[in-house]
């Protein structure tokens, strides 16, 4: 299976954009594991936009995540799968995407959003002329000894 699904569709993760324009790239592969257990493996992909948390502009960052869960009946069943095997209930018969893909989306994004190379407000206060309000405060001073 592939598609795209709005950003607008993912409620907690649009929550943490800057905008919720664009969508989902996903290319999704279901296959029967036994026993009437299912598995989704494939990819999902965007591009959205986050606030930089150093110059407060917005930011375009392209996140991408690997989906390999093992879809099954019932929490007991979740509860027996091994460790390093990713579960999700499902208990009827339509899977919702977006519960399979928000919680990984969310994890990929970076804790503290930060454009790649230095921001432009930061490179205009490094570049501007240093002001020094008190450097000419001890000449005041030695000035004012000999007076």
Known sequence: MQGFIPLSRFVRFRNLLA????????RLHFEE????????VGAA????ELFCQNCLHVMTLQ????????????DSELH???????????DT???SLTELLEDDLILV??????HDVPCIETLKIVGSETRRP?????KLLLQREKD
């Open 19 to 26: 905008s919720e324009e664009g969508e989902i790239d996903l």
């Open 33 to 40: 594991v036994g026993s009437g257990l299912a598995r989704v």
């Open 45 to 48: 992909s965007a591009s959205v």
């Open 63 to 74: 996140v991408a995540i690997d989906v390999n869960t093992r879809l099954v009946k019932s």
């Open 80 to 90: 027996s799968l091994a460790e390093n095997i990713d579960g999700m209930v499902v």
């Open 93 to 95: 018969p339509r899977l």
């Open 109 to 114: 994004l970076p804790m503290v959003p930060r």
């Open 134 to 138: 008190f450097a000419d405060l001890s």
